[in-house]
């Protein structure tokens, strides 16, 4: 994305979001996006497998609660 | 014999615990010495938003009171603490640096880890300035004045800690809690020239405090020496299944920290690591890693790419917190970081996801890295404090934005998990003022980062330095 696209991204997306951006912020905040877009850049190049998930945190009960019963379901 | 207040005001932490529990001075001794040293300094330093005397006497005379009865006390009894002021303290307002929580309800109960440190006997003074929710290097708070540091008043203090560094810098009390998302107990601890220990990713409850970035927030203490570090932090220990990040199932006591460095492999991190600390920078870590007989320099996988993912996440997701406040009330936040949470909330869900996928091959590398070694050393800022309000700073000729750039070599690091002490040293070139150097180990294992520490400390390369207030 070319600065003119940050800043039409900024737009578009602010006012999906409920945003109220005056031009001036939309410029900061499009500075700020570019940066970030230049960090995602950097891990484009980096290789990810589909079979490379993300970093976990969500744990659906921890695993030595689980009962298992001799008999049971 | 009992200790004068200025005696009482020249013992660190872990000896003022001793002279307590030996009879040589009372908690409210100790506790009059620190208000007195607080209400002489920080009209000039501004580490404090609140402040807990009342609760911290009744604190006080409760430990006099075991005292007297000739019960055994808790490992911190008697000795001040202050805490930054996103910690949960019961009856007051969480602020965490912002205007608009001044409209919350105050806290139904202390913090987790607030709660630890009354159980460990510790007297709490009050609450510490901060960067905005916690998102900046610096304690630049326009809504609460920035934070200055004592050694050179007209110097940012870091961030996002910069309350906890600069009261423990200026005496005001011998430990702090902050928390670290990208190095924010490291930076503030390097400027301020204090030691500070992010733990392992998951070993500390976060209950009970204001999140910034889930997937990366950690808490930890701030301390004058490593003996203050290592026994706060073994008070903070404890599981907790109520916090989903909190994986420690058990507590890891730090052992005995004069072992001393037999059987320890210790390594320099150089690449990334030396490409972005300045020449005052790099001479602290050559400090360091001479007095630890460390000359291997050692490659951190992927650091560049860390850094931008760490970036990315924290973005995004302390924009998505932050949105509904942003959708109607964008000009009550902080106006130096309003505009970056606002670009967080408009990342694109391809660079979040592409960062949390790259962050699991990321650790595998950095867990490898451990299998060759126990410790590895690296600056904690790129340069010394800069000045208060200053845009840029220089790192060997190139012009980098000053406020992120901060984090630079911290965020690589905890991005991983890995647990880290902020050691102070003091190196040539950088007017007198300190810069840390972070003590990375593998993750659970601040034990070895703390032993490392206390060599560091033993050696007498890295300590405090009394400052004129």
Known sequence: MNEMHILAYVKASAAAQGLVLDDARAQRVASHLARTAHLAQLLEGFPLGVEDEPAELYRPLPFSEIPHKEGAP | ?469
């Open chain 2, 1 to 469: 014999m009992k200790n004068t207040a200025l005696e009482i005001e020249g013992l660190d932490s872990f000896a003022l615990a001793r002279a307590i529990r030996a009879g040589d001075c009372s908690a409210c001794e100790v506790l009059e010495a620190s208000m007195a040293r607080i209400e002489r300094t920080d009209g000039a330093v501004n580490a404090f938003t609140g402040k807990s005397y009342p609760r911290a006497r009744q604190e006080a005379a409760a430990v006099d009171a075991l005292c007297a009865r000739g019960e055994a006390l808790p490992p911190l009894a008697g000795v001040p603490y202050a805490v930054k002021n996103l910690f949960d303290i019961a009856g007051e307002v969480t602020l965490a640096g912002s205007k608009i929580n001044r409209s919350h309800a105050p806290a139904a109960q202390d913090a987790f880890l607030v709660g630890r440190m009354q159980a460990a006997g510790a007297v709490l003074l009050g609450a510490l300035n901060m960067d905005e929710y916690a998102y900046g290097f610096t304690t630049e708070n326009t809504h609460y004045g920035a934070t200055h540091n004592p050694h050179d008043l007209t110097r940012v203090a870091g961030g996002s800690s910069g309350g906890s560094g600069a009261a423990v810098a200026a005496g005001q009390v011998g430990i702090t809690l902050g928390s670290d998302t990208n190095g924010s107990i490291r930076v503030p601890a390097s400027l301020c020239g204090v030691w500070g220990l992010k733990p392992t990713f998951g070993r500390l409850s976060r209950r009970g405090s204001y999140p910034f970035v889930h997937s990366i927030d950690h808490l930890g203490p701030l301390a004058d020496s490593v003996d203050s570090l290592a026994l706060v932090y073994d008070a903070l220990q404890s599981p907790d299944p109520l916090d989903p990040g909190c994986h420690a199932s058990s507590v890891q006591p730090v052992g005995d920290l004069s072992r001393g460095l037999a059987g320890l492999r210790i390594g320099v991190l150089g690449g990334y690591f030396h490409e972005h600390a300045s020449a005052p920078a790099r001479d602290a870590l050559m400090i360091a890693a001479k007095a630890l007989g460390a000359t291997d320099v050692v490659t951190w996988p992927d650091a560049v790419q860390g850094r931008a993912a760490a970036f990315i996440i924290s973005a995004a997701e302390g924009g998505s917190l932050h949105l509904d406040d942003l959708r109607i009330r964008a000009d009550d936040f902080e106006p130096l970081s309003v505009d970056r949470f606002i670009a967080g909330a408009l990342t694109p869900a391809h660079w979040y996801l592409r960062a949390q996928r790259f962050r699991r091959v990321y650790r595998d590398k950095v867990n490898a890295l451990f299998q060759h070694w126990d410790v590895l050393l690296a600056p904690a800022t790129p340069v010394a404090a800069p000045e208060i309000g200053a845009e840029w700073i220089d790192i060997n000729g190139t012009r980098h934005p000053s406020r992120p750039s901060m984090g630079l070599l911290t965020q690589p690091v905890s991005f991983a998990g890995c647990p880290v002490v902020a050691a102070p040293l003091w190196p040539a070139g950088s007017a007198g003022l300190p810069i840390g150097v972070q003590v990375i180990a593998a993750p659970w294992r601040e034990d070895l980062a703390l032993r490392a520490a206390f060599a560091l400390q033993s050696a007498g390369v890295a300590h405090l330095k009394p400052v004129e207030l």
